[in-house]
């Protein structure tokens, strides 16, 4: 076992203050605005906490994504399977080369972790 050190601390995630990371790519129809801030990154993995305004995107997954819900509700659909309800206190994993679509109900914050 490794003994592994602590490198990022934020307390109260579900309400933390967040950095305006601009409009989401993503978006397939109006302006969604995301809101976010980093608490670890090497490389191409990261964690941290998003947040997103309601609309529908599209995803194309270029790494793997775990995430944890902290507040809203979203349908998760991946291309060519069923639609899921995905909301506060639910986990969900997007492996690489996951693709479809997210539609976000309520302003959605999640702690993710990529890699």
Request: charged letters at 15%; glycine letters at 12%; aromatic letters at 10%.
């Amino acid at each position: 076992m490794t003994n592994a050190i602590l490198t990022s601390l934020l307390p109260g995630a579900a309400d933390a203050e967040l950095e305006d990371w601009g409009p989401l790519a993503e978006a397939t129809e109006g302006p969604m605005t995301v809101h976010g801030v980093e608490l670890w990154v090497e490389g191409a993995q990261s964690a941290g906490i998003w947040q997103c305004s309601p609309g529908p995107s599209y995803w194309r997954q270029d790494e793997n994504e775990v995430i944890y819900v902290l507040s809203g509700r979203m349908t998760v659909t991946p291309d060519g399977g069923e639609p899921l309800e995905v909301g506060a206190g639910d986990i969900a994993v997007f492996p690489l080369g996951w693709t479809g679509t997210w539609v976000i109900h309520e302003t959605l914050r999640k702690v993710y972790v990529v890699f």
